[in-house]
């Protein structure tokens, strides 16, 4: 999509400074969250990002000057003109975020430690012998129900280490998920974000639920192997984990590193289909995950929804604890079960049942 038009470009700005997510940013304007995200980025309009930043562009058009409105109780934002994108009032941050969980899939990569060595074999090395520590070269994410991958890297700071800009944006979509989706993300992903937050004096993101496939994998299969190659193979039809092409295995990123473009196409299109296999691969797994979060609770009504989005079950039988019974339900799109909550049981029986002594 191209940003002919100066006031909608300066929207996109004006809703990037509001706080607002680039995925809301789309249902507001309704550009593609792909063009949101490299025009933000300043990897497109570079001349007219310079302009802007000259003052050769008026910052402040009349036609979309913030107004604060209260509609049902609730203050909402909306804009003064007679541009067509700006008529519909736009829900508050507070708003959106009652209407559905944002739940975000996220697969970051980066560069490795480089060290000087005495040899290749049962190697201790110490801090001093460390020539660059790592730090993030790409990140992609995408939010469930978009059709579009969010991606940024430092290809055009490949020489520096300083990924500080890069981090920022990570930094935004999590402060904006309720829920967080990765492969091997509690051990690695999150860590080395919140490690690279904190080293760039950030605060911390606000607070997520978060599934890790490859936790999930471990607790409920037994797959021959719990790498996300080798699931997504097996089990997905749409998207797969990329195997390497012009650049095998380290040499990809190697290659990054010392500025070869071609490497950075490749690392894009492999970060960003991690991030489609993997969430392709989460609602295969999700129907045996027990322990799901209860996504429920995000939406602000009482409808009855499995974590799958479904709305009908079917009366499955009973659950049985030492000392309860509750109906149990079957989600008619998944298969996944829920209990009620109210115990069936009469005062009488409840009365009769004993629980047994653990020495």
């Not at 790592?134 to 995408?142: N, P």
């Amino acid at each position: 999509m191209v940003l002919r038009d100066n006031k909608v470009k300066l929207q996109l700005i004006k809703l990037d400074e509001g706080g607002y997510t680039q995925r809301e940013i789309q249902d507001i304007t309704q550009v593609r969250q792909s063009t949101i995200s490299d025009f933000l980025s300043k990897r497109t309009y570079t001349k007219w990002w310079s302009e802007y930043e000259g003052g050769v562009i008026v910052r402040n058009d009349e036609s979309i000057t913030k107004n604060l409105q209260v509609i049902g109780g609730d203050t909402c934002l909306t804009y003064k003109g007679d541009d067509p994108l700006l008529e519909e009032p736009i829900l508050s941050k507070e708003q959106i975020k009652k209407h559905a969980p944002k739940i975000l899939t996220l697969d970051i990569e980066t560069a490795p430690l480089r060290a000087t060595v005495w040899g290749i074999w049962q190697q201790n090395v110490p801090v001093s012998r460390i020539n660059t520590d790592w730090y993030c070269l790409s990140w992609a994410a995408k939010w469930f129900g978009s059709n579009d991958v969010m991606y940024e890297d430092k290809r055009e700071t490949w020489d520096t280490e300083d990924d500080y800009n890069l981090i920022q944006g990570m930094w935004k979509l999590l402060d904006e998920a309720d829920m967080v989706i990765t492969q091997n993300g509690k051990k690695f992903d999150i860590k080395r974000l919140n490690t690279r937050f904190l080293m760039h004096g950030m605060k911390p993101p606000s607070n997520f639920k978060h599934v890790d496939t490859l936790q999930e994998a471990k607790r409920w299969f037994n797959f021959s192997s719990n790498k996300l190659e080798f699931m997504t193979d097996k089990l997905c039809k749409t998207y797969k984990k990329l195997k390497h092409g012009a650049y095998a295995g380290n040499t990809l990123w190697d290659a990054c590193l010392v500025g070869d473009m071609k490497a950075w196409d490749e690392m894009e299109e492999y970060n960003i289909y991690d991030v489609l296999s993997l969430e392709e691969l989460y609602t295969i797994l999700r129907p045996y995950m027990k322990l799901h979060p209860n996504l429920n609770v995000f939406y602000d009504d009482n409808k009855l929804r499995c974590n799958c989005g479904g709305e009908e079950f079917s009366h499955n039988g009973y659950h049985y604890s030492n000392l309860s019974k509750f109906d149990r339900f079957s989600c008619d799109s998944c298969g996944s079960e829920v209990r009620g909550r109210v115990n069936l049981f009469s005062k009488e029986k409840r009365a009769s049942l004993r629980m047994n002594v653990v020495g």
